[in-house]
């Protein structure tokens, strides 16, 4: 982490925000002499020592003698002595020189903004086509509605004081000059809370298919005034963010100065509301963009724009290493830099599903192959299931506005919000689950843990109910039962009922088939170390997402790589023949099936509870239940 | 939690009947914020489909108990469906107030179910399903 050779990096033990807060360390560096101050400081959470960059290597010197002197304060050194003291900090500090490697010949910030003569106004495409292969210009992408609405959750957020321009930093926010210090301080902490799902979608879908798919998880937004600009270029590393980003104008229009250093290139755009510009693969790092300050812009066509306030959204998302371990990473050897190819990958799926002995206890059997399985797994799941399935999609919507729906093994509440006009009420087994949906959807996310063969609802109270990719974890025939009563215990008369279950009958050749021996078996999950404890558990990991959309199986990745990187689990499953479906929701009290299909190697059944009041007395008898 | 969630929660253990509605303790630990009041969009049709839905005694019973001001009245008429001021005020007891800490207590049988972070965690044990 530290060498000798002197560097303009220094590593300084003893002072940290473990035990100061940011802005005293903040104060503590500008009582150098204004020659010496810091050109950024890493300061890392809950640790006791920080990371300071300087101008050059003899900068650096100069700070460390300070630090290590035990002498009489001198002229450099007094002011910063009394700050020191009134932190209750001592001197001698040792400090060290750091190694700053990981995007060395790239990093940093860019000073003299450039300026482009005028602004393309046209439409995108040979445009950006022009700026290289993986850039999009796209104009009118995103509705005014979604706008509107970014627009207001934004002006309803505290901006960052700190930064000169008004910039607001959602997941995740940057030290210093260079986006290369993340800061989980002065930021907001959820994406959802800025950028609603719909928007985040609309971003995605842009990219069309892709692998690995894009997980946002950071975004900046920028105020844009009048006359106003941010004040630098920065080269953003492929250490730190994944090879995508794009530009969202939200709000009014704003000039964008887009600069390739290496080729020496300046390019100026203008974006009205709802353009959109994307760049992925060596575009992304190859170009680096300010608004600029310009007051009337003259745009290509020859007119000359006025310019009012605006608001432009750029999204990106960091490497899950580079969340982790933010410090060890931007200051560290080579060696220790997580490398961009040879990461494990899934290995090929292992279809194989073993069969179960059954004479397991039902309860024993879920407790150790689902539960306790879900538990570890839940961060890895939830981003293997993102996209609704549009039949289950297409149920919620149908209902009428102001229906309440329970949605019984909610997952990582991937319904919780599908639909608009519905109120989703979610209940998971799996207590880390639950938390991701909390995570993901805020306090919109209405989710309780809860076990699915005995429901906490009260009878009648829902308008319909969902059981996606549930009962089929239930080991034996009366708790399958159960948690079908339970579903129709809680709808109200005349309400519906929809499950989902693994099919027995595979559709061999289509995404995820799988071939079973036995209706009761063990499917493995492979799951990769990094998620193993669950405490990354809402950190998107782009390198290991499956391909394709949601199906009930896990990754198929077709890459072999490193098994030692995984930890293989078995979840237990039963899966359903028709008739075997079709015979047990005959068994349920009160409710008959309206409608069965095969949807994507699943059994679907849409039950729907009787009108009469006859099916109310079944409900609460609680005869199926043992 | 939103108070409709909770308006929805009933204890459920065999051993226990008529254990609605949970009374709500809050967790009074000064470090944490106990209870929430988060705007979100004022839908009065989607209220007006809600009302019936609600369990209204138990509503105005919980409304009372955690002082929420305005709350809701005791009961309403068909004339309250339509009147806007009605329906804001349950928008804003059912929709915005949210229990983030603290317990659900069983009025039958004092089972308790803990709620942290905005979660109630509703698991019975073996001997209680």
Redesign the interface.
Known sequence: MTISAPTPHLFIPSIGLAQLQQDHLERLFASLPPALQPAALCLILKRNYLFASFTDAPTAAKVRAILSSKGEADDNSASLRSVMESLGISLPIDAEYAELCSWQGQEGALDSVQDPCSYFSGQGDNWSAALGAGVRLLRGWVVQDDCETVRRQVDAQNWNKASRQRELHIGCGFHGRGNHMLDWHKCVKRLGAVLHEGFVDRIVASFGERTPPIAVNQATVIEALPGKGTEYYCLESDAIFDDWIAFVCVHGSLPLSLFNPHAGRVEGLWLNEGDMLTMQGEARYAWTFVVPAVKEPALTGGTVATRSRALMVVMRSIKQNAQGAASDYLFSSEASRPPSEGRPKMPPSDKSCRPVDVSLPA?QLEEDHVYQVYDKIAGHFSHTRYKPWPKVQAFLEQL?????VLDTGCGNGKYLRAASNV?C?G?D?S?PL??IC?ERLG??A??????S??????DG???AALSIAVIHHLGSEDRRLAALQELVRCV?SGGAVLVYVWAYEQEQGSIGARQFDSQDVFVPWHLQRVYESGSQADQPDSETQPEGSDTPCPPSGELSGAREHLVELKRYYHVFTKDELIGLCGRVCGASVESMYFDANNWAVMLRKAEAAEGHDHDRT?AL?T | ??L??H??????R?QCTGG?PLRIVLDTDIDKDAQ?V?E?EFRP??????LP?L?WEALYKTAQELNLSPGVPPSYSEEDKKDENFLRAVHDVVMDV?ILEGKLVCPNCNRE?PVS????????T?DE?
């Not at chain 1, 063969?453 to 009260?458: A, M, T």
């Not at chain 2, 972070?117 to 019975?124: A, C, D, E, V």
Request: net charge positive; aromatic share 6%; hydrophobic share 40%.
């Open positions: 309860t009428q506005p102001g229906s309440l109120l009420i209940s087994r207590a639950v938390e909390r306090v919109d209405q989710v309780l843990v809860a076990d063969v005995r429901l906490n609802f009260r109270c829902a308008d109200r609680g239940r | 939690m939103r409709l969630t308006n929805l929660l009933m204890c459920n065999k609605f929430s988060e979100s049709e989607f209220i007006q489909h809600l839905k369990d949210h179910y972070k905005g979660i109630p965690n509703m698991l019975l073996n399903v």
